[in-house]
T-cell receptor, first 117, second 113 residues
Framework: AQTVTQSQPEMSVQEAETVTLSCTYD???????LFWYKQPPSRQMILVIR??????QNATENRFSVNFQKAAKSFSLKISDSQLGDAAMYFC??????????????FGTGTRLQVTL | DTAVSQTPKYLVTQMGNDKSIKCEQN?????MYWYKQDSKKFLKIMFS???????INETVPNRFSPKSPDKAHLNLHINSLELGDSAVYFC????????????FGPGTRLTVT
């Protein structure tokens, strides 16, 4: 079974600074997808960024980028120029590459990010 | 227009009661999911339906029964509620069971007293 590990329960960053959230995963599959979801206090789950395992290039979405190391099974999220609105729980998630039962998302335990002035 | 909606958003009930949570998506998606987020914020899949057919049924007590009357709706019925059922329940949908992007509803916070 696939597992996702987020070893940082809490992180703090100053406004305008850069922070990196860590995620490692375990899988025997070669085809899969990885995601970072943001959950603000409103509890809405918001997709931040996704990475297809077959792509070597790291995904980027505005201030958010990932460092995907397939051999090391590592998938970290970098937030640049942090803003107060970035304060939230961040979840790393894994999805298998096949349909049916593989379509479920397996989540890590989350990292709570605080943004300070 | 809300893409994935859930009703109610909050539900407070007593142990032993039976309750339902409704989910509707207006995205034309074929696949819908139920996830449970416990008090420690851990999210875990419960069920998934694809074109009204159950495709994922994780280890969930059989007091939980999903029902999909059509592709746009996936309801969750819970019998004989227990204290441990208190959690936030999220509905999500994706275009198909192959499509990787899932869209989440706002969640239903269930409190069992």
């Amino acid at each position: 079974a696939q597992t996702v590990t987020q070893s940082q329960p809490e992180m703090s960053v100053q406004e305008a600074e850069t922070v990196t959230l860590s995620c490692t995963y375990d899988t025997s599959e070669s085809d899969y997808y990885l995601f970072w979801y943001k959950q603000p206090p409103s509890r809405q789950m918001i997709l931040v960024i996704r990475q297809e395992a077959y792509k070597q290039q790291n995904a980027t979405e505005n201030r958010f980028s990932v460092n995907f190391q397939k051999a090391a099974k590592s998938f970290s999220l970098k937030i640049s120029d942090s803003q107060l609105g970035d304060a939230a729980m961040y979840f790393c998630a894994y999805r298998g590459g096949w349909s049916g039962t593989a379509s479920k998302l397996t989540f890590g335990t989350g990292t709570r990010l605080q943004v300070t002035l | 227009d809300t893409a994935v909606s859930q009703t109610p958003k909050y539900l407070v009930t007593q142990m032993g009661n039976d309750k339902s949570i409704k989910c509707e998506q207006n995205l034309g998606h074929d696949t819908m999911y139920w996830y449970k987020q416990d008090s420690k914020k851990f999210l875990k899949i419960m069920f998934s339906y694809n074109n009204k057919e159950l495709i994922i049924n994780e280890t969930v007590p059989n007091r939980f029964s999903p029902k999909s009357p059509d592709k746009a709706h996936l309801n969750l019925h819970i019998n004989s509620l227990e204290l441990g059922d208190s959690a936030v329940y999220f509905c999500a949908s994706s275009q198909s069971s192959v499509t990787y992007e899932q869209y989440f509803g706002p969640g239903t916070r269930l409190t069992v007293t």
